[in-house]
């Protein structure tokens, strides 16, 4: 592709396409990204060590990907690229067919040591902060892993840890709740990162479905909403697409959300996960969105000032200040139809014991008459 080709398809994805709202009283505007790269799983590897010489030479390319983003851009629009998101599990696909210890084994991170050291230093490199969800052991719960979104910043230190919330087959710290909150608090249950970039927060995958994930977010602050994710790729409109506007709509938050280019390396379809990576604008308007393969066209220059700016302002569309939150508490505190501490003995369940779970809290909500 020539660089007049390029620039052609990155305005067509509207990655040049300017904000449509008032521009703020301050210059904190940069580059966004959402990094569309290709997931080489490590299904197909046989030992641990194999797997992990795969996840490095991940790190590498999206080393690579990252340098030349940051030198094109900046060129390009003549703003910094100063945040990055990674798609969902980049680094290793998801299991197929492993037990869950065998997937903690051979995909799972710890929460220091080199592969933490190597994102960080990303990060560090290249001044961005980046935002990584991979599946990481945490020495508190030592029979268990977590998918997290971790994002790193310039300095290379860790602002922000989320682990994902709602999973149906991925332990998740509602599983291990009262220990949970005993072990972190709950301050570390939806975390946000006051940044010189805005303030940051961060959503896995299909959570971009339920709306109080987001919103937990942007009631500690949230800005920017940073979503990792892998999903199928599509012409029209899917549930999750549908989702991410209706997230920056009622939050009035940036949407930056990351799609895998593909997942190559398992009996899966490669292209089944494609496209689809998107920033979208407080107003639930795209900015960029990519079309298929390996692509830095989801990219947009994010103003905070002006989205302050919008948050400060009266009238029907300041959704968050005139949220009657009161009238919500009792609903929520009656709806206990799916409890906390599923494995409160911190053990890893199988996908079987997971159905199982979530068809009685079906039976609970058919019970309650809630389902008819």
């Not at 790269?37 to 690579?64: L, P, S, W, Y």
């Not at 969902?88 to 991170?109: S, V």
């Not at 560090?124 to 790193?152: K, W």
């Amino acid at each position: 592709m020539t660089r007049r080709e390029l620039l052609l398809s990155l305005s067509a994805a509207g990655a040049v396409a300017p904000l449509a709202y008032a521009q703020g009283n301050t210059t904190m505007r940069y580059t966004a990204l959402a990094l569309q790269t290709v997931c080489d799983a490590v299904n197909q590897d046989a030992t641990i060590e194999d797997a992990h010489a795969r996840m490095d030479r991940a790190i590498a390319r999206v080393r690579g990907q990252i340098g030349s983003a940051k030198g094109f851009l900046k060129g390009f629009n003549g703003y910094d690229v100063k945040l990055v998101v990674l798609p969902e599990y980049w680094m290793t696909g998801f299991p197929l067919g492993e037990t869950r210890e065998e997937w903690q084994n051979k995909a799972a991170i710890p929460m220091d040591g080199a592969f933490p050291d190597k994102l960080a230093k990303l990060a560090q490199i290249f001044g961005i902060y980046l935002c990584s969800n991979h599946y990481e052991t945490d020495p508190n719960f030592p029979d268990l892993y977590f998918q997290a979104n971790v994002i790193y910043g310039p300095s290379g230190d860790v602002v922000l840890r989320y682990r994902r919330m709602i999973s149906l087959y991925t332990p998740s710290p509602y599983d291990v709740w009262d220990k949970y909150l005993d072990t972190y608090g709950e301050d570390a249950v939806f975390p946000v990162a006051d940044t010189e970039i805005g303030v940051l927060g961060s959503v896995a995958s299909e959570e971009i479905l339920y709306p109080e994930i987001a919103r937990m977010h942007v009631f500690k602050g949230a800005e920017i909403l940073c979503h990792p994710t892998s999903e199928v790729g599509a012409p029209t409109l899917t549930p999750k697409h549908i989702s991410k506007k209706a997230r920056a709509v009622e939050n009035i938050a940036y949407v930056v959300s990351a799609n895998s280019a593909e997942i190559i390396g398992t009996p899966v379809p490669s292209a089944s996960t494609d496209a689809m990576s998107i920033v979208l604008d407080p107003y639930g308007r795209t900015l960029a969105e990519a079309g298929s393969g390996e692509t830095l066209n989801a990219n947009a220059v994010l103003d905070i000032g002006a989205l302050r700016e919008t948050r400060r302002k009266t009238g029907m569309t300041n959704t968050l200040s005139r949220l009657p939150n009161t009238a919500f508490a009792s609903g929520y505190a009656g709806a206990n139809h799916a409890p906390a501490n599923r494995t409160p003995n911190g053990q890893m369940i199988e996908r079987a014991e997971a159905i199982a779970q979530q068809q009685a809290v079906i039976d609970r909500l058919a019970a309650a008459g809630i389902l008819k």
